[in-house]
DNA sequence: TTGTAAGCGTTATCAC
DNA sequence: GTGATAACGCTTACAA
């Protein structure tokens, strides 16, 4: 085993100052090209590497940046990882990545862990607790701090920071519309709790399409699930009660799972009734009859945010100004509307 | 903005000395319940918390683990993922995650920055790529510096390292028993090239299946294609050339969508043709119909890497001593196949 | 051209 | 009971 060489090693080594060895190394003027050449050579030998935590305490920069998000087995959030990780790592940081599980708490301690030397900045989308809550505090003295964050997806207006979102509402209402063209007139939602940000954004953008084009907003046809649970039950009963030709989704498990439900009592799709989801994942993609979708562009938004956070984390600028990105989402059609 | 304060600070607010300070705030004995509690009040009120970056630059520990896999945005390196975080993050550990996507380069790259310091130990799944190369220098150095290495899933026996896989052999020979038992004769397998270690494994596994049930292996009911391509007309060609009535396949995206193309030429699933694929992932649970899948159980597999990687890092026994632990898999029965 | 020394924030050893 | 000092590995202003 041969274990990590240091600056003092080769120093030691080669009779010199370990300051000798750093310039050397850094190839500056000041040192003899005899010198320079020795250290270096010796160096390339030994396949010297300086030790990065050295460097960050050094210069009080750790060239990681932390992401917290509120699940990894999420086909979006994975995206989004993948967009910040392409980015950051051209930009030489690392990403490290903590999942809050949808849970206040665990939200709260991996910001803290991280927030003592661990990072340089924050990308973050809020748990479902958290927006529940209502409880920022985390964040503010995160902010407070000096340490950059910014938000993606699940935001809140509670903290001033950067934020990267696609028009919630825009997808839903371009899905809603979509739906409307097509003839559909009895439009149901299947949505989640009020209190995610993006939710309530797709719920206000279906409300929108329906209304502008003289369709009643009636609030049976609005099935609200908590969360992930996929209850059919509730799904079953939503179908039993209410007379739809099309329903939206505000994720793709909604929609798949839907579907099959009303593929199961005999409807046909998209002919009886269309779907639309949200996110373009993989379940979309396969799903049968393939699925209509508003797709987030999730790796798109994880560049961004990991551009802007960079960029201010790097930015001697003490400037307090804050942007909002917000990005236009895409419907992609496939067999679940009719085209 | 209050920056964070350390110890230096608290010293000179206090008038004390930089080691009193820290003792205090360690609850030593050595120093009086009075500068104790005076020292802690004022901690406290200021929030003091250590600087990760001193203290492992202090211990040569940093209690991050490195995590590079070939992709983020698959399900089940996700669920890996999952259960490396959770296991890791009860032990105080963060986890660094990098992914190679799927290229040698990039692994080399991600591997050569965290090791400078940044990880205590590495987790890791082989790229497609390394696996083709069959080059594992960089895992080599890596080892040989003393940070230890657990492999996870795809991996090499050039390599002395712990190890956790599931039994993939297993897997597909439980699978294809399942269908034969179930009087299926005509059993093909899509696969992929046979340089990565899992698809090896399993066409294995099916190959010995049909044989101790005195099947005959028939090379033209396999059909292998290049990783991720999902390449329609190959498997149009397949289903055109091959006289099949199960499908076993190495992933579960294979599945859903040969599924589809079964389907679309009028064949009915389970009844004229059952298909299997691997990964219990969201695809299985939702596909109409819903596929019966080998589960690899990814979160345990994760949960025991860490767990062996943290007790080897945190282990001052300086044995060479590696295991090799391998899950069992679970057969998943839905309705692709005849219950 | 090379070396010394201070400093990043912490801890541990040893002296007072 | 408290504090000075060295050390972790590196950079850099300043001496020599």
Chains 1, 2 share one sequence.
Request: charged share 30%; net charge negative; with cysteine.
């Amino acid at each position: 085993m041969k274990a990590k060489i240091t600056l003092k090693d080769i120093a030691r080594e080669l009779e010199v100052s370990i300051s000798t060895v750093s310039k050397a190394l850094k190839n500056s003027e000041e040192i003899s090209r005899d010198t320079k050449e020795k250290i270096q050579a010796f160096a390339k030998l030994y396949n010297y590497r300086p030790n990065n935590i050295a460097i960050s305490l050094k210069n009080k920069r750790t060239k990681n940046i932390g992401v917290v998000i509120p699940d990894i087995v999420h086909h979006f959030f994975t995206t989004v990882i993948r967009g910040i990780e392409k980015y950051a790592n051209a930009r030489g940081y690392n990403v490290i990545v903590c999942s809050s599980d949808e849970s206040f708490d665990r939200e709260v301690i991996n910001m803290e862990m991280l927030a003592n030397g661990s990072i340089d900045g924050f990308i973050m989308s809020l748990s479902s607790e958290t927006q529940k809550k209502n409880d920022y505090n985390h964040l503010k003295e995160v902010t407070e701090q000096g340490i950059p964050v910014v938000l993606v997806d699940r935001i809140t207006n509670e903290i001033e920071c950067d934020k990267v979102v696609i028009d919630d509402q825009l997808g839903a209402y371009m899905a809603a519309k979509k739906m409307i063209d097509q003839g559909r007139k009895k439009i149901g939602i299947i949505t989640t709790a009020d209190y995610l940000s993006v939710s309530r954004a797709r719920t206000e953008g279906y409300k929108k399409a329906l209304m502008e084009h003289g369709i009643e907003v009636d609030e049976s046809r609005m099935l609200k699930l908590s969360s992930m649970d996929m209850d059919e039950e509730l799904i079953k009963d939503f179908f039993d009660s209410t007379d739809l030709d099309a329903v939206l989704c505000v994720n793709e498990i909604f929609a798949v799972f839907s579907m099959r439900l009303a593929q199961k009592r005999g409807l046909r799709i998209p002919e009886d009734m269309s779907f639309i989801g949200f996110t373009d994942g993989f379940l979309s993609q396969y799903a049968y009859p393939s699925l209509t979708v508003v797709a987030q562009h999730g790796q798109k938004m994880g560049e961004i945010s990991a551009q802007m956070l960079i960029d201010k984390v790097e930015s001697e600028a003490e400037e307090e100004t804050y942007q909002t990105k917000i990005l236009e989402p895409t419907l992609v059609v496939r067999d679940s509307t009719i085209n």
